[in-house]
């Protein structure tokens, strides 16, 4: 098995793009989800389970800002005094563009007030799940997330890396004829080309890799939430139908989490290999 794609997503829940190599220090890759949107009106950092329009903004880095392209084709730099104030009209909504704090202020981190006062229905929120579907395992998430918006430190909604592979996106097209099932809506660092049938990646869970110089521990399977049925642009609408089927028929689960174990530099094309 090869990598196929590596992802990078400059700022939290906006589309990345795909680049021809990574470099991975012990939380994640570098550079990745380096930015984040702060809620300035109800607190916290928040991701597109809350603002669901930022899956509609596009970000790269470039000489060490970030550029955000908008929906209607305007453009934003973080380097621009004005770019909170561009945010917010975009957005509709009072934000700010923030970076990882060079001192890990856990103020920074520590999760806004929910949009609901009852426990379970914020949950089905998050996660978009109907009244009659389960909620996720939640053994899947490092326990700090209950207090974090993310691990401090990271911008990452859990774990570093999100591993997919290229059978499972084959898989859910199959399954979801008349759905756009595209890489965008589910986030991967990392897609491995696999000729393996259905989500070979949801055995990997306990096992270590080699990939490029770098080593890896996969977890748990990812339990997906809201977000991968968010419009991204016209030809990748809104779709609850991806949902219901990843809940339904694949236990809740799209992907594995991994972290990493050995830093090291992942490019395209590389093998990976199990270690025994």
Request: aromatic share 6%.
């Given at each position: 098995?090869?990598?196929?794609?590596?992802?990078?997503?400059?700022?939290?829940?906006?589309?990345?793009s795909?680049?021809?190599?990574?470099?991975?220090?012990?939380?994640?890759?570098?550079?990745?989800?380096?930015w984040?949107?702060?809620?300035?009106?109800?607190?916290?950092?928040?991701?597109?389970?809350?603002?669901?329009?930022?899956?509609?903004?596009?970000?790269?880095?470039?000489?060490?800002?970030?550029?955000?392209?908008?929906?209607?084709?305007?453009?934003?730099?973080?380097?621009?005094?004005?770019?909170?104030?561009?945010?917010?009209?975009?957005?509709?909504?009072?934000?700010?563009?923030?970076?990882?704090?060079?001192?890990?202020?856990?103020?920074?981190?520590?999760?806004?007030?929910?949009?609901?006062?009852?426990?379970?229905?914020?949950?089905?929120?998050?996660?978009?799940?109907?009244?009659?579907?389960?909620?996720?395992?939640?053994?899947?998430f490092?326990?700090?997330?209950?207090?974090f918006?993310?691990?401090?430190?990271?911008?990452?909604?859990?774990?570093?890396?999100?591993?997919?592979?290229?059978?499972?996106?084959?898989?859910?097209?199959?399954?979801?004829?008349?759905?756009?099932?595209?890489?965008?809506?589910?986030?991967?660092?990392?897609?491995i080309?696999?000729?393996?049938?259905?989500?070979?990646?949801?055995?990997?869970?306990?096992?270590?890799?080699?990939?490029?110089?770098?080593?890896?521990?996969f977890?748990?399977?990812?339990?997906?939430?809201?977000?991968?049925?968010?419009?991204?642009?016209?030809?990748?609408?809104?779709?609850?139908?991806?949902?219901?089927?990843?809940?339904?028929?694949?236990?809740?689960?799209?992907?594995?989490y991994?972290?990493?174990?050995?830093?090291?530099?992942?490019?395209?094309?590389?093998?990976?290999?199990?270690?025994?």
């Amino acid at each position: 098995m090869k990598v196929a794609q590596l992802w990078t997503y400059p700022v939290k829940s906006m589309v990345g793009s795909t680049v021809a190599s990574i470099d991975l220090s012990s939380l994640g890759i570098v550079g990745d989800r380096h930015w984040a949107i702060r809620d300035l009106d109800n607190g916290g950092i928040r991701g597109a389970k809350k603002i669901g329009e930022l899956m509609q903004f596009t970000a790269s880095q470039q000489d060490g800002h970030v550029i955000i392209t908008c929906p209607n084709g305007d453009v934003i730099s973080s380097s621009h005094s004005d770019v909170n104030e561009k945010l917010s009209h975009a957005l509709g909504r009072n934000v700010a563009l923030e970076s990882l704090p060079a001192d890990n202020n856990l103020e920074h981190f520590r999760r806004g007030p929910g949009t609901s006062s009852d426990p379970m229905t914020e949950l089905r929120n998050i996660f978009g799940r109907e009244e009659h579907e389960p909620l996720p395992n939640f053994a899947a998430f490092p326990p700090e997330v209950a207090e974090f918006e993310s691990p401090p430190g990271t911008h990452h909604d859990c774990w570093p890396l999100m591993v997919m592979t290229t059978s499972a996106m084959t898989a859910m097209q199959q399954a979801l004829p008349d759905s756009n099932i595209d890489i965008k809506r589910f986030r991967p660092s990392i897609v491995i080309n696999s000729t393996e049938p259905g989500h070979p990646e949801f055995t990997w869970t306990g096992k270590t890799a080699q990939i490029g110089t770098a080593t890896v521990e996969f977890l748990d399977p990812c339990p997906r939430c809201v977000m991968i049925t968010r419009r991204i642009n016209d030809d990748i609408p809104e779709d609850r139908a991806i949902l219901r089927h990843v809940v339904r028929d694949l236990d809740q689960n799209v992907g594995v989490y991994a972290r990493v174990i050995t830093p090291g530099t992942i490019s395209l094309n590389d093998t990976l290999s199990f270690n025994s």
